[in-house]
């Protein structure tokens, strides 16, 4: 069964970077889209970017500037990595996959991960 | 970006009623692109109704979409316990894919 799990620190410092890891299971990453939303008490969900099938990447200019999406399709894990944080950056952080057929649902999530940045 | 403004933003109802939550978008979105997620507390957001009026799979018949150009609805014929939960719409048109604000569900 399909299955997405996120994976990452807990507590970052302000300025710091965040790497968050999601692995999956149940479908290949080369037939997926993979989204990345993250929830903040501040503005509530936001979407992020996505990094297509192929491998190539689409970022919400809101963070474009600091954010990066990665994969690794041996390991079936896709990556996020943000820059500069900031304490509005606490949150939630989703994967979801894409359900594809162009419409920009996601129809598989993962549980999530909590991000508290604070020095 | 496309701003979705959900209304309203709380609902107070009674088991077996009928409930409808409104997302207009600030500019014209194909039907195909607007979706409608659950999420109750401590849980990531569940699709519920994709492109407009398809249920997800395993969702219950008494959950339904409809709508078309920047004015959509999602309806719940007969409100169940389990549907307590934030309803949201989202958008997969255009880049930022935005998010509505919420509607908060809760029963009297």
């Known amino acids: 069964q399909v299955q997405l799990k996120e994976t990452g620190p807990g507590l970052v410092q302000p300025t710091q970077t965040l790497s968050i890891t999601c692995t999956v299971s149940?479908?290949?990453?080369?037939?997926?889209?993979m989204q990345w939303v993250r929830q903040t008490p501040g503005k509530g969900l936001e979407w992020m970017g996505f990094?297509?099938?192929?491998?190539?990447?689409e970022y919400n200019s809101e963070f474009k500037s600091r954010l990066s999406i990665s994969r690794d399709t041996s390991k079936n894990q896709v990556f996020l990595k943000m820059n500069s944080l900031k304490t509005e950056d606490t949150g939630v952080y989703y994967c979801?996959?894409?359900?594809?057929?162009?419409?920009?649902?996601?129809?598989?999530w993962g549980q999530g991960v909590m991000v508290t940045v604070s020095s | 970006a496309i701003v979705l403004n959900q209304s309203p933003s709380s609902i107070i109802a009674s088991q077996g009623e009928k409930v409808t939550i409104t997302c207009r978008a600030s500019?014209?979105?194909?039907?195909?692109?607007l979706h409608w997620y659950q999420q109750k507390p401590g849980a990531f957001p569940k699709l519920v109704i994709y492109?407009?009026?398809y249920r997800a799979s395993g969702v219950p018949s008494r959950f339904s979409g409809s709508g078309s150009g920047t004015s959509y609805s999602f309806t719940i014929s007969r409100v169940e316990a389990e549907d307590v939960a934030t309803y949201y719409c989202?958008?997969?048109?255009?880049?930022?894919?935005?998010f509505g604000a919420g509607t908060k569900l809760e029963l009297k």
């Open positions: 500019s014209s979105i194909s039907s195909n692109y």
């Open positions: 989202q958008q997969g048109s255009s880049n930022p894919y935005t």
């Open positions: 149940g479908f290949s990453l080369t037939s997926y889209y």
């Open positions: 990094i297509r099938s192929g491998g190539s990447t």
């Open positions: 492109s407009t009026s």
């Open positions: 979801a996959r894409d359900q594809g057929y162009y419409s920009g649902a996601f129809d598989y």
